[in-house]
């Protein structure tokens, strides 16, 4: 079956524009904030929401730092494929200061449940979040569940939800993929 | 994801080039681990790692261990000095009965050329070659690769320099081969005696002249004369050879120009490598012990992937 268009480039860009609203009203002292991405899709998120609240809301310089959770996940040695590193940018301390974790797609839960362990590498947090733009409702693995949502989906357990970033040949969009 | 094509890491020319591009893309991912405040992930928590070493060794003991540790496995070390193996057990027996309680992976370091592919062919196990006699160390030469690349970047074209021991040495020959499919041209010195005859055939050049081999190369791999395989006198006297072959601080100043010295350890000082050159800043001996953690872990993490959980 052919992909289907969930959120087109317009749609997204309203989200992310009331992401980065909810983020502030959520936050009035954005200085205690890190923003954490999750390698290797959560990252093109966060870059795009820092970019939103640096240029269109003025909120200085943003802290944020790219987490990779491969080698904290539960997975390994279950499937058949060896599971690929991407590489961790955390130069930030999060000792004290409110995290949130930023991802694309939220399913099972399993992923946001190995960032937290390797959160634990960088210090103690006050408190996280999680901030996600697609929400593929009733398929947790976990009961962990967002603080901010982008958007909420409804898709079977073998269906794929992608998103795809704007870059030189393609605009922003979010589909689903039947089985 | 790519995977190794090999179940064990026996020796480098049981390698691709890709295997090696992929161990050190992983051991970048690791080196920026162990430079956390927290060192540890949890990868192989449900893996037992048995180190076994017939043969005497601080570092890649040390350095294997340490790498087990940080992925979380489970480790027992085992050092031949104090076994069975002196009441007269035979390698596979011992080995099977370790493995009798539930090990996944065997790392050994053996006397004997080949111990390594041997047991591989003979137990149910994941091996890891420490060092077999004077046959191969690929995770020697892993992370000496590795240690070059980080300082000189893309291997191919580079001159690689080995100097000294190169008869008895396991470094030079997993070096030899790891260089060369990385694209590196190597050259060897040491006198005579102490380079194999038809070493030549492996692609690489020899020479006798110390001056002319560090006039040549971008990086120079200084190996330790190893006395104790030594059945008879391969050079008239160690000042004799720390003359000839030794690397000292008036060489490298006649050679103008600057070139990255490496060494495998232990080092004999004053012998094959003097003091001041040996802790000089071109020098990155200690660079190779931290990469060395780095690479066995990326090495245990493939090999590991591997073997994958049977479904229940």
Same mark, same amino acid.
């Given at each position: ?14 989200? +992310?524009?009331?992401?980065?609203? $909810? ?29 939103? +609240? ?19 996940? !539960? ?9 690929? *590193? ?19 797609? +939220?399913?099972?839960?399993?992923? =946001?449940? *190995?960032?937290?362990? *390797? ?25 962990? $569940?967002?603080?901010? =949502? ?20 393609? !605009? ?8 | ?16 080039? @890709? ?54 496995? %489970? ?6 000095? &104090? ?20 090990? @996944?992976?065997? #790392? ?12 591989? &062919?003979?137990? %149910? ?28 970047? @893309?291997?191919?074209?580079?001159? /690689? ?9 396991? #470094? ?58 030594? %059945? ?27 070139? #990255? /010295? ?16 040996? %802790? ?31 479904? #229940?």
């Amino acid at each position: 079956m052919s992909p289907k268009v969930l959120l087109s480039s317009k749609k997204i860009d309203i989200i +992310l524009n009331r992401l980065a609203c $909810q983020l502030i009203e959520k936050h009035p002292d954005f200085s205690q904030v890190v923003l954490v991405g999750l390698q290797p899709r959560g990252i093109f998120l966060l870059d795009r929401l820092v970019n939103l +609240l640096e240029r269109d809301y003025a909120k200085g310089k943003v802290i944020s730092g790219k987490l990779d959770i491969t080698f904290f996940r !539960d997975d390994f040695r279950r499937f058949d494929k060896t599971l690929a *590193a991407s590489s961790s940018e955390m130069e930030v301390t999060i000792e004290g200061k409110s995290v949130v974790i930023i991802d694309d797609v +939220l399913f099972t839960g399993r992923s =946001i449940r *190995a960032a937290l362990t *390797a959160l634990d590498n960088y210090g103690r947090p006050l408190d996280v979040q999680l901030l996600v733009l697609i929400d593929r409702r009733f398929s947790r693995h976990l009961p962990i $569940q967002p603080d901010f =949502i982008g958007a909420q989906v409804d898709a079977l357990e073998g269906d794929k939800v992608r998103v795809q970033w704007k870059d030189d040949k393609h !605009d922003d969009i979010v589909y689903i993929e039947k089985k | 994801m790519k995977k190794l094509s090999v179940d064990h890491l026996l020796g480098i020319k049981y390698l691709n080039e @890709d295997d090696i591009h992929l161990i050190f893309e992983t051991a970048d991912h690791f080196k920026e681990v162990i430079n956390r405040p927290i060192k540890k992930v949890p990868s192989l928590r449900d893996i037992t790692i048995a180190n076994l070493f017939f043969e005497n060794s601080t570092r890649t003991k040390l350095s294997f261990e340490l790498a087990e540790k940080r992925l979380s496995a %489970d480790v027992i070390n085992f050092s031949a000095s &104090q076994s069975s193996v002196s009441k007269g057990e035979t390698l596979i027996d011992t080995v099977n009965n370790i493995l009798a309680m539930k090990v @996944d992976v065997v #790392v050994m370091r053996h006397p004997n050329p080949g111990a390594a592919l041997f047991l591989s &062919q003979n137990v %149910d196990a994941c091996i890891i070659n420490a060092g077999d006699g004077t046959h191969e160390h690929p995770s020697q030469a892993l992370l000496d690769a590795y240690s070059i690349k980080e300082k000189l970047g @893309d291997l191919k074209g580079k001159r /690689i320099a080995i100097v000294g021991d190169i008869l008895h040495s396991r #470094v030079a020959l997993s070096n030899i081969f790891a260089l060369k499919m990385l694209g590196a041209e190597v050259k060897l010195c040491g006198p005579k005696s102490l380079i194999p005859r038809h070493i030549q055939s492996l692609g690489v050049s020899v020479s006798t002249d110390l001056m002319e081999t560090l006039k040549w190369c971008d990086a120079v791999n200084m190996l330790r004369v190893q006395n104790e395989r030594m %059945d008879l006198n391969y050079f008239p006297t160690t000042r004799e050879y720390a003359q000839l072959y030794g690397l000292n601080l008036k060489k490298l100043e006649r050679i103008k120009k600057e070139i #990255v /010295i490496l060494h495998p350890g232990p080092i004999n000082r004053g012998v094959e490598i003097t003091s001041d050159v040996a %802790d000089s800043k071109n020098a990155i001996i200690l660079d190779q012990v931290e990469n060395g953690v780095a690479i066995r872990m990326a090495v245990i993490y493939l090999l590991v992937a591997k073997l994958n959980i049977p479904q #229940v």
